[in-house]
């Protein structure tokens, strides 16, 4: 398939448009509004169809024949895999051929085996919030956590960590350009890891992935759906269960009577698909 001029134009223009409608604080009252309504409906603001119940969110996320995710596309009409955010752009089989790769690294077996680093490393960035009476939590726990963690896996100098904040947040940002700009950085530097890695051999996951033999081919409380479903269920969903377990656990442990600091309300992350703070600052004596 080959898009003409004018739909490649008008496929952009409305990505764009789809992405610079951000969510807000009060889109779940919204949800819980038009179950009563419609359990389907397509949103003009955000140029996409808008999917409410539970069972149905389940329906699309299963049925891969009838719903692709293969969403962006080269001006040829193929599906462009860095643009389209990776697997998460991808159908099966090519999408199954990959995430059977990929899924190696989280096992249940092996995101266990990580619970004493997880701990250490939370340990430590609570440390540095002791002497402080209000902290923005995001910044000193819920962010540097995660990067710190999976950069260990990957084998990612920790120079070069403070870089994924900047380009994460460009790619979930409400901005079209620096959202391609992100993914493309951030995919040209795992193209150099990899390279040197494929040179090089190390002990970390990305060796481990390069030498990965899958299926006969040599590779180099409340219900809820926060993971994905079906074949786009996150990969780190165990691995995030965990760091948040051990994050909050230590957290409480130390600050009992810390308290949402009431005269500096959080702020979201501008995003047109991700909910998520970029600052909450706390009171960590209550």
């Not at 789809?18 to 179950?35: G, H, K, V």
């Not at 250490?120 to 960035?125: H, N």
């Not at 947040?169 to 959202?179: H, K, Q, S």
């Not at 909050?248 to 500096?264: I, V």
Request: aromatic content about 8%; glycine content about 6%; some cysteine.
């Amino acid at each position: 398939m080959t898009l003409s001029p004018a739909a490649r134009s008008r496929l952009v223009a409305s990505r764009k448009h789809e992405m610079a409608t951000l969510l807000s604080p009060d889109i779940y009252s919204w949800y819980r509004q038009q179950l009563d309504v419609c359990r389907m409906r397509y949103d003009e603001q955000r140029s996409a169809w808008m999917v409410f119940g539970y069972a149905e969110v389940q329906q699309v996320l299963l049925d891969t024949d009838t719903f692709s995710s293969e969403r962006t596309l080269k001006a040829d009409g193929s599906v462009d895999e860095i643009l389209g955010a990776g697997m998460l752009g991808l159908d099966p089989p090519r999408h199954r051929h990959l995430r059977s790769l990929v899924v190696q690294a989280f096992t249940q077996k092996r995101v266990a085996a990580l619970e004493p680093r997880i701990e250490a490393l939370a340990a430590s960035l609570i440390d540095r919030m002791q002497d402080g009476e209000v902290v923005d939590i995001v910044d000193a726990l819920a962010f540097p956590l995660p990067v710190m963690v999976i950069a260990e896996l990957l084998g990612i100098p920790t120079a070069d960590r403070e870089q994924f904040r900047s380009w994460t947040t460009d790619i979930v940002g409400a901005d079209y350009e620096l959202r391609m700009q992100g993914f493309r950085k951030m995919g040209s530097y795992f193209d150099a890891v990899v390279t040197e890695h494929m040179r090089n051999p190390q002990e970390n996951l990305i060796s481990e992935l390069l030498t990965a033999e899958v299926g006969g081919f040599h590779r180099s409380p409340n219900r809820h759906l926060g993971f994905g479903h079906g074949i786009h269920l996150c990969l780190g969903a165990s691995l995030a269960r965990l760091e948040a377990k051990v994050a909050l656990g230590e957290l409480f442990r130390r600050f009992p009577r810390m308290r949402r600091d009431l005269t500096k309300p959080p702020t979201l992350r501008p995003s047109s698909f991700v909910f998520s703070f970029s600052h909450y600052p706390v009171r960590l004596q209550g």
